[in-house]
Structure formats: C-alpha cells, structure tokens
C-alpha cells in the first residue's frame, strides 16, 4: 500500500544478531499491527498496538508505535533461524475496519 | 471459538476459466470480511470488504468480484480469470468495534492460485 512505507525490503542477519523493520504512515494510524508469514502460507498475528507511546513485547519480538502514531518499530533480539519470513506491517486508516498493508520486508537469518 | 475456513488451498486454472473461492466463518455473527490478493510473496493489497450481507466494497479495479450471501459466507469471483490473477488470496474477518476494530483482524489460511 501507498499509505505505508516499511523498510528495509529485505534484510538479512547473521544469527544471533539484532534487527530492526520500520513502518511508517503519513496518516495517524488507529491500530498497528505486525504480522509474520512464512511463504505461501497465512499470516500469523504478532502484536497490535493501538496507543502513542506503546510498547509490546512478545519473546523476543518488541514492536513500538510513537507518540504521534505516525511510525512503528519491530525489533528482534538475539535473531534466530525461527525468525525468518515475511514482516508485515498494517494499518487502521480508516476510523477502523479497513487494514492496509505495507509491502513487507523480508527477513533471512544465516546460521 | 471463532475460526475461519477458506477454501481450496491451492489451484490451478487455464486462462479464460471461471474462479470461485470460498470463505467462511465459525463462532461468530456479523463479521466484517475482507479478500486480500499477495502476488511475489510480499505485501497484501486489499481488493474487496463487507460490512453486512449483500455489501460489498472494492478497493480496486480488477478482473474480480466479490459476494456475500450469508453472514459468514464471503465468496471471491471471476468470469474469466487471466495470467495476472495468479497470485496468494487471503480471506480475513474482524469483529465489529466503534472506530478501531479491537478485536484485530484474522486470516485465513489462502489460497495459492496459479493461471495457465
């Protein structure tokens, strides 16, 4: 989508190794969501985040959505094979019940 | 529980065939259900959305149509599917919510359409 830029397109980490995927807006976001997918098969929900200033964590997954709830972060710590896939981002951009996506960014972490 | 069905997983169809792809949903009333299209394994664009039985939205323009003929029923259509439909189909619903859908949105499994 237009609407979301996410970056980097693909990434790929040695193991053990942090990283960071960005997802940003021009509109205020109403929910930010993270999704994971391995190829070819459905999405598997991460975190939602809904407030400015929220911060969720999961395993080793943190995702952040800033104050202006314009911009999101998802950070992974100590990066394993496990962690490879396809990042998606999406967004509530209209007043809810409608969510966008960004391209994704694709992830390869070499053992 | 809720869950959502969605129907055939993989398919194979010639240029020119019809298309008819099926989802459903279990456990819940009123949902508000979504198709999304996944082509070269990245982003999800979304193509059509209902609010309600016999309600649909498109997003974009395309070869394809959606319907809903029972609440938990969403249906993606085409008469003639072309090479440039091939592609991940995802189907998804969410629970109804004032302004932000709370309850998140889930998908389904997909479905891998390849055109000949």
């Known amino acids: 989508s237009q609407e979301l830029e996410q970056s980097p397109q693909s990434l790929i980490v040695q193991e053990g190794k942090n990283l960071t995927i960005n997802c940003t807006s021009s509109k205020t976001l109403y929910g930010l969501y993270w999704y994971k997918q391995k190829y070819g098969e459905g999405l598997i929900f991460l975190m939602m985040l809904q407030k400015g200033g929220e911060e969720k964590s999961h395993e080793k997954i943190t995702a952040k959505l800033d104050e202006k709830k314009q911009q999101s972060s998802l950070h992974i710590t100590a990066s394993q094979p496990s962690h490879a896939g396809i990042y998606l981002c999406g967004a509530d951009i209209w007043y809810g019940n409608k969510l966008v996506f960004g391209a994704g960014t694709i992830l390869r972490v070499k053992s | 529980s809720q869950t959502i069905h969605q129907w055939p997983a993989t398919l194979v169809q010639p240029v020119g065939s019809p298309l008819s792809l099926e989802c459903t949903v279990e456990g819940t009333s009123n949902p508000n259900l979504y198709w999304y299209r996944q082509a070269a394994g990245r982003g999800l664009q979304l193509l059509f959305y209902?609010?309600?039985?016999?309600?649909i939205s498109s997003e974009v323009p395309q070869n394809l149509s959606a319907s809903r003929p029972q609440d938990r029923q969403f249906i993606l259509s085409s008469k003639k599917l072309l090479l440039s439909d091939s592609g991940f189909y995802l189907c998804?619903?969410?629970?109804?919510?004032?302004?932000?859908?709370?309850?998140?949105?889930?998908f389904g499994s997909g479905t891998r359409l390849t055109v000949v």
């Open positions: 209902s609010v309600g039985i016999g309600q």
């Open positions: 998804a619903w969410t629970g109804r919510g004032t302004g932000v859908a709370f309850d998140g949105y889930t």
